[in-house]
Protein backbone atom coordinates (compact mmCIF):
# COMPACT_ATOMS: atom_id res chain seq x y z
CA UNK A 1 0.00 0.00 0.00
CA UNK A 2 3.05 2.61 0.76
CA UNK A 3 4.34 1.67 -2.64
CA UNK A 4 0.51 3.01 -4.25
CA UNK A 5 0.71 5.87 -1.98
CA UNK A 6 4.37 6.62 -3.69
CA UNK A 7 3.47 5.97 -6.80
CA UNK A 8 0.33 8.02 -6.91
CA UNK A 9 2.00 11.27 -5.43
CA UNK A 10 4.99 10.81 -8.38
CA UNK A 11 2.39 10.52 -10.83
CA UNK A 12 0.74 13.77 -9.41
CA UNK A 13 4.39 15.69 -9.43
CA UNK A 14 4.47 14.59 -13.28
CA UNK A 15 1.48 15.84 -14.58
CA UNK A 16 1.81 18.86 -12.16
CA UNK A 17 5.59 19.77 -13.86
CA UNK A 18 3.57 18.57 -17.17
CA UNK A 19 0.96 20.84 -17.24
CA UNK A 20 3.18 24.31 -16.54
CA UNK A 21 4.15 26.05 -19.16
CA UNK A 22 7.61 27.34 -19.95
CA UNK A 23 6.69 31.19 -19.08
CA UNK A 24 6.87 32.10 -14.98
CA UNK A 25 3.10 32.82 -14.58
CA UNK A 26 2.77 32.84 -10.57
CA UNK A 27 1.02 35.51 -8.99
CA UNK A 28 2.62 38.10 -7.17
CA UNK A 29 0.68 39.63 -4.00
CA UNK A 30 -0.53 42.39 -6.13
CA UNK A 31 -2.02 39.38 -8.44
CA UNK A 32 0.23 40.26 -11.50
CA UNK A 33 1.96 37.51 -13.09
CA UNK A 34 5.56 36.84 -13.09
CA UNK A 35 6.12 38.39 -16.50
CA UNK A 36 5.81 41.75 -15.17
CA UNK A 37 8.31 41.24 -11.75
CA UNK A 38 10.74 43.33 -14.48
CA UNK A 39 8.35 46.23 -14.59
CA UNK A 40 6.96 46.33 -11.28
CA UNK A 41 8.64 48.34 -8.73
CA UNK A 42 9.28 46.08 -4.92
CA UNK A 43 9.35 49.25 -3.16
CA UNK A 44 7.81 52.81 -3.73
CA UNK A 45 9.77 55.51 -5.88
CA UNK A 46 10.98 57.65 -3.47
CA UNK A 47 10.58 62.24 -4.32
CA UNK A 48 7.56 61.12 -7.00
CA UNK A 49 6.10 64.37 -7.67
CA UNK A 50 2.43 64.67 -8.82
CA UNK A 51 1.39 64.92 -12.52
CA UNK A 52 0.63 68.90 -12.44
CA UNK A 53 4.10 69.33 -11.58
CA UNK A 54 5.93 66.75 -13.31
CA UNK A 55 3.89 68.50 -16.54
CA UNK A 56 5.59 71.93 -15.63
CA UNK A 57 8.78 71.01 -14.30
CA UNK A 58 9.85 67.97 -16.65
CA UNK A 59 11.93 68.54 -19.82
CA UNK A 60 11.99 65.74 -22.69
CA UNK A 61 14.62 63.49 -21.91
CA UNK A 62 14.56 63.87 -18.62
CA UNK A 63 14.36 61.19 -15.73
CA UNK A 64 11.32 61.47 -13.96
CA UNK A 65 9.17 59.75 -11.10
CA UNK A 66 5.71 60.58 -10.80
CA UNK A 67 2.43 59.75 -9.12
CA UNK A 68 -1.26 59.58 -10.41
CA UNK A 69 -4.58 58.03 -10.23
CA UNK A 70 -5.17 55.85 -13.35
CA UNK A 71 -8.01 57.58 -15.80
CA UNK A 72 -8.55 61.10 -17.33
CA UNK A 73 -11.10 58.92 -20.01
CA UNK A 74 -13.87 56.82 -19.86
CA UNK A 75 -10.80 54.04 -21.71
CA UNK A 76 -7.83 55.00 -19.72
CA UNK A 77 -6.41 52.27 -20.77
CA UNK A 78 -4.44 51.36 -24.18
CA UNK A 79 -5.96 47.87 -25.48
CA UNK A 80 -3.13 45.01 -25.97
CA UNK A 81 -0.11 47.83 -24.67
CA UNK A 82 1.04 48.41 -21.83
CA UNK A 83 0.10 51.92 -21.59
CA UNK A 84 -2.93 54.47 -19.95
CA UNK A 85 -2.95 57.86 -18.64
CA UNK A 86 -2.84 59.32 -15.31
CA UNK A 87 -4.65 62.35 -13.58
CA UNK A 88 -2.78 64.22 -10.52
CA UNK A 89 -4.12 63.02 -7.30
CA UNK A 90 -5.34 66.91 -6.17
CA UNK A 91 -8.18 66.30 -9.06
CA UNK A 92 -11.56 65.20 -7.35
CA UNK A 93 -12.88 62.84 -9.34
CA UNK A 94 -16.35 62.18 -9.72
CA UNK A 95 -18.36 60.08 -6.75
CA UNK A 96 -20.75 57.28 -7.39
CA UNK A 97 -23.27 59.53 -5.68
CA UNK A 98 -22.67 62.71 -8.22
CA UNK A 99 -24.58 60.05 -10.89
CA UNK A 100 -21.34 59.14 -12.21
CA UNK A 101 -21.24 55.47 -13.50
CA UNK A 102 -17.74 55.84 -14.90
CA UNK A 103 -15.85 58.31 -11.60
CA UNK A 104 -12.04 57.78 -13.62
CA UNK A 105 -13.11 59.71 -16.32
CA UNK A 106 -13.40 62.70 -14.46
CA UNK A 107 -16.47 64.43 -15.87
CA UNK A 108 -17.53 66.84 -12.98
CA UNK A 109 -13.65 67.78 -13.23
CA UNK A 110 -13.01 68.11 -17.16
CA UNK A 111 -11.17 71.30 -17.43
CA UNK A 112 -8.25 70.33 -14.52
CA UNK A 113 -7.56 67.40 -16.08
CA UNK A 114 -5.94 69.15 -19.24
CA UNK A 115 -3.24 70.50 -16.92
CA UNK A 116 -2.71 67.47 -14.56
CA UNK A 117 -2.69 64.29 -17.10
CA UNK A 118 0.21 62.45 -18.47
CA UNK A 119 0.23 59.16 -20.79
CA UNK A 120 2.68 56.43 -19.66
CA UNK A 121 3.92 53.83 -21.65
CA UNK A 122 5.43 50.92 -20.20
CA UNK A 123 8.77 50.08 -22.03
CA UNK A 124 11.25 46.87 -22.22
CA UNK A 125 14.94 47.20 -22.03
CA UNK A 126 15.21 48.52 -25.92
CA UNK A 127 12.19 51.00 -25.44
CA UNK A 128 9.68 49.67 -26.98
CA UNK A 129 6.11 49.77 -25.71
CA UNK A 130 5.28 46.39 -23.71
CA UNK A 131 2.68 44.55 -26.06
CA UNK A 132 0.36 43.31 -23.39
CA UNK A 133 -2.55 44.91 -21.69
CA UNK A 134 -1.65 46.95 -18.48
CA UNK A 135 -4.68 45.55 -16.52
CA UNK A 136 -3.16 42.10 -16.88
CA UNK A 137 0.32 43.04 -16.85
CA UNK A 138 0.24 45.50 -13.74
CA UNK A 139 -2.72 43.90 -12.29
CA UNK A 140 -4.08 47.47 -12.02
CA UNK A 141 -7.71 49.05 -12.66
CA UNK A 142 -9.23 52.48 -13.32
CA UNK A 143 -8.60 55.26 -10.13
CA UNK A 144 -5.46 52.85 -9.17
CA UNK A 145 -2.60 55.06 -7.48
CA UNK A 146 1.08 54.28 -9.37
CA UNK A 147 3.96 55.61 -9.02
CA UNK A 148 5.73 55.28 -12.02
CA UNK A 149 9.92 55.62 -13.26
CA UNK A 150 10.83 56.76 -16.57
CA UNK A 151 12.09 59.03 -19.41
CA UNK A 152 9.25 62.24 -19.61
CA UNK A 153 8.82 62.94 -23.21
CA UNK A 154 7.12 66.34 -24.36
CA UNK A 155 5.42 66.92 -27.59
CA UNK A 156 4.48 70.23 -29.44
CA UNK A 157 1.72 70.98 -27.05
CA UNK A 158 3.24 70.71 -24.40
CA UNK A 159 1.73 66.92 -23.73
CA UNK A 160 3.69 64.91 -20.99
CA UNK A 161 4.45 60.87 -22.06
CA UNK A 162 6.63 59.06 -19.73
CA UNK A 163 8.47 55.78 -21.06
CA UNK A 164 8.27 54.14 -17.48
CA UNK A 165 10.48 50.81 -16.85
CA UNK A 166 9.02 50.71 -13.08
CA UNK A 167 5.64 50.88 -11.59
CA UNK A 168 5.13 50.48 -8.52
CA UNK A 169 0.93 49.88 -7.44
CA UNK A 170 -0.39 51.61 -4.45
CA UNK A 171 -2.83 49.63 -2.53
CA UNK A 172 -4.98 48.54 -4.68
Known amino acids: MKMFYSMALLGLGVVAVGCGSSQSTTATEGGATGDSAQYLAASEPADAVPVGE ?6 DGQEVTLVGLIGGSTEPFVDGLAAFTIVDPKVPYCAADEGCP ?19 KVVDGSGSPVAKDARELLAVRELST ?17 SANQVFVKGN
Open 54 to 59: ARQSSE
Open 102 to 120: TPWDYCCTQDQVKENIATI
Open 146 to 162: VVVKGTANRDDQGNLTV
